[in-house]
């Protein structure tokens, strides 16, 4: 399984290509133009929204070259397989962390203004937005192939986007946000078994479309 873990994550990391880049970069001049002390948090939630459709890419990949006929020769049962991938995708989350913490302390260097609330949002969101897209995403990849897992992903996007605009524009506050939280330390803990009991459940159905499709 160590192997398929390496694989995944070796086709994740080949798809940070030159347009990657430069959208990445097109981002980050936009929200530091127009974001001010946001810039960095909103940075880092489309980075998130990257690590996800990366994945994606990396499936497109396998799919070229045929890898699931090839797999299906190894002396590998679909647990591993669909456990490797699930893996992969956690495996990925310090990436977006990363991100989240860089360009938080970037935009604080910027503009001398640091919100410990902000950064803590941007953080919450890397470790929660790739899994989140990935469990959404590969039981339609697995059930229907990559055209329709893609077209799953666009209403992620669209929120995804719809949240970063209302930031943008001032509608959204990140102290808005916290006001709503009650006992923050609870809705972790519940939010965090609730997203550990959909991953599982994402990654039952994941096997058995893949065990369906020949």
């Given at each position: 399984?160590?192997?398929?873990?390496?694989?995944?994550?070796?086709?994740?990391?080949?798809?940070?290509?030159?347009?990657?880049?430069?959208?990445?970069?097109?981002?980050?001049?936009?929200?530091?133009?127009?974001?001010?002390?946001?810039?960095?948090m909103?940075?880092?939630?489309?980075?998130?929204?990257?690590?996800?459709?990366?994945h994606?890419?990396?499936?497109?990949?396998?799919?070229?070259?045929?890898?699931?006929?090839?797999?299906?020769?190894?002396?590998?049962?679909?647990?591993?397989?669909?456990?490797g991938?699930?893996?992969?995708?956690?495996?990925?989350?310090?990436?977006?962390?990363?991100?989240?913490?860089?360009?938080?302390?970037?935009?604080?260097?910027?503009?001398?203004?640091?919100?410990?609330?902000?950064?803590?949002?941007?953080?919450?969101?890397?470790?929660a937005?790739?899994?989140?897209?990935?469990?959404?995403?590969?039981?339609f990849?697995?059930?229907?192939?990559?055209?329709?897992?893609?077209f799953?992903?666009?209403?992620?996007?669209?929120?995804?986007?719809?949240?970063?605009?209302?930031?943008?524009?001032?509608?959204?506050?990140?102290?808005?946000?916290?006001?709503?939280?009650?006992?923050?330390?609870?809705?972790?803990?519940?939010?965090?078994?609730?997203l550990?009991?959909?991953?599982?459940?994402?990654?039952?159905?994941?096997?058995?479309?893949?065990?369906?499709?020949?």
């Amino acid at each position: 399984m160590r192997g398929i873990i390496y694989k995944d994550l070796c086709l994740f990391f080949k798809g940070v290509d030159k347009i990657v880049l430069l959208v990445l970069g097109g981002l980050l001049i936009l929200f530091a133009a127009e974001s001010g002390v946001y810039a960095g948090m909103l940075f880092s939630f489309a980075l998130d929204m990257m690590v996800g459709l990366l994945h994606l890419t990396a499936l497109e990949k396998e799919e070229k070259t045929a890898w699931r006929s090839y797999q299906r020769t190894m002396p590998v049962g679909v647990g591993k397989v669909m456990a490797g991938k699930y893996a992969a995708v956690l495996l990925t989350v310090p990436v977006s962390v990363a991100g989240a913490v860089v360009s938080n302390l970037a935009a604080f260097a910027v503009y001398g203004t640091f919100w410990p609330e902000v950064l803590g949002l941007s953080v919450l969101a890397a470790v929660a937005v790739p899994p989140v897209f990935a469990m959404l995403s590969l039981p339609f990849y697995y059930w229907f192939g990559n055209q329709i897992a893609q077209f799953t992903s666009l209403p992620q996007a669209f929120l995804f986007f719809y949240i970063i605009k209302n930031f943008e524009d001032g509608m959204w506050t990140v102290a808005d946000l916290t006001g709503l939280v009650g006992d923050p330390v609870s809705l972790l803990l519940l939010g965090t078994l609730g997203l550990a009991g959909l991953f599982l459940l994402s990654l039952v159905v994941s096997a058995i479309g893949y065990c369906q499709r020949k």
